[in-house]
């Protein structure tokens, strides 16, 4: 049976046939990379698997010249284990040098989703922005603004929405359809404010001119097509092309997207040790066969195996080890029932952590964003 898969950047359905979004969006794969990089978890495993103008920003980080990363998240649902790919990729360009720019994408939440603001903002500080916390993102040079209210300093604030404005000169209602197919006022509205997120930084009453990188999954991509092609329209600015970076997606537990509004598909970083259990057991898609005999006899597939995927993505970092399950398991020496204990063990003794490091970082968020 087919299954209806469809990538768009408000749905994301099915299976995602990378290689063919990559030719179909124009996006290239990750060829060469400096030393230091090469050996980084993300790139080493293929969690950031393509780019667009990569180069420039490879370049900033070699010789230590100003770079931005910006990105965004939508806080509608609960933050699972798949937003952890993007949250190391900030992470990852904050150590290399980044000045780091995350925007909460609440108008967008209220336009799409017909989410309040109010829910947005209390979704984004209690489940988002703590968990970034809790993973490791540094205060220093770290920027986190919500759309409905970019800046205190109203010299900023009009600069950055009079970007949003100025920009809807420069599009047509028929480049709208090309890129994102059915599309409503609301959402035009949205791809515009996005499209200022990820180019106001370079406005003078930010940083100026400067190369900015936007990791996102790859459903974001056309809004990164709409905002490289207005940013050299646009006569009153001058600006550094973007640059991005693309995240596999991690799958959910019975194949296809993780996806935040489907409970059944995630691991919630607020799961407890027996939620993660069940859902590992009664959910994730083996790679196994049916019965012991026949597992032994012929192995299993680890390539279509969920929990493989976790391990190899997120959650095994040894290279070696990794190796050896997928070798065992491909084999049949190691089971179905055996990999999914190991890779309970593995969420499991991460969450514990990660829990602890939650509470801890209820004190922070402060330092973070202007609470009340
Ligand atoms: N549209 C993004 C999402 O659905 C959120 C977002 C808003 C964003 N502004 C952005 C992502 C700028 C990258 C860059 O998650």
């Known amino acids: 049976m087919e299954k209806e898969s469809s990538v768009t950047p408000w749905e994301v359905k099915g299976e995602v046939d990378y290689a063919r979004l990559l030719r179909e969006f124009g996006i290239s794969p990750i060829k060469e990379l400096p030393p230091q990089l090469k050996d980084e978890f993300l790139f080493r495993r293929g969690v950031i698997f393509a780019q667009r103008d990569l180069k420039q920003i490879l370049s900033a980080i070699g010789s230590k010249k100003p770079f931005v990363m910006m990105t965004g998240m939508m806080p509608t649902g609960k933050f ?72 205190k300093n109203s010299e900023k604030a009009n600069s950055f929405y009079r970007l949003q404005a100025l920009l809807s000169r420069y599009v047509t209602f028929n480049e709208f359809k090309a890129i994102y197919g059915d599309i409503s006022p609301g959402k035009m509205s949205a791809a ?32 990164l097509r709409l905002a490289r092609d207005l940013s050299q329209r646009i006569k009153d600015y001058k600006f550094v ?4 970076t693309y995240n596999i997606f991690l799958p959910g537990l019975s194949g296809g997207k993780m996806s935040a509004s489907d409970p059944s598909s995630y691991i919630a970083l607020t799961d407890t040790e027996k939620e993660v259990e069940k859902k590992i057991k009664k959910y994730a898609f083996s790679g196994g066969k049916d019965t012991i005999a026949e597992h032994r006899k012929l192995g299993g597939n680890p390539d279509i195996d969920v929990c493989f995927q976790y391990l190899n993505l997120l959650f095994e970092e040894d290279d070696k080890k990794l190796a050896s399950i997928y070798n065992n398991y491909k084999s049949g020496k190691m089971l179905s029932s055996e990999l999914k204990d190991y890779t309970i063990k593995k969420i499991n003794s991460f969450l514990k952590e990660h829990q602890k490091k939650r509470e801890e970082a209820k004190k922070r968020l402060g330092e973070f964003i202007k609470l009340n």
């Open 241 to 244: 092309q973007l640059s991005s």
């Open 80 to 151: 699972h284990i798949g937003h952890i790919l993007v949250a190391k990729q900030m992470m990852l360009f904050q150590k290399l040098g980044a000045k780091l720019y995350i925007a909460v994408a609440d108008i967008e939440a209220y336009l799409a989703r017909t989410q309040s603001l109010e829910t947005s903002r209390q979704i984004a500080i209690n489940d988002y922005i703590l968990n970034y916390i809790a993973l490791g993102l540094n205060k220093e040079n770290c920027e986190i603004y919500f759309q409905s209210s970019r800046s």
């Open 192 to 223: 515009l404010l996005q499209a200022a997120d990820m180019l106001h930084p370079q406005l003078p009453e930010f940083e100026g001119q400067i190369p900015v990188v936007v990791p996102v999954g790859i459903d974001q991509d056309p809004h």
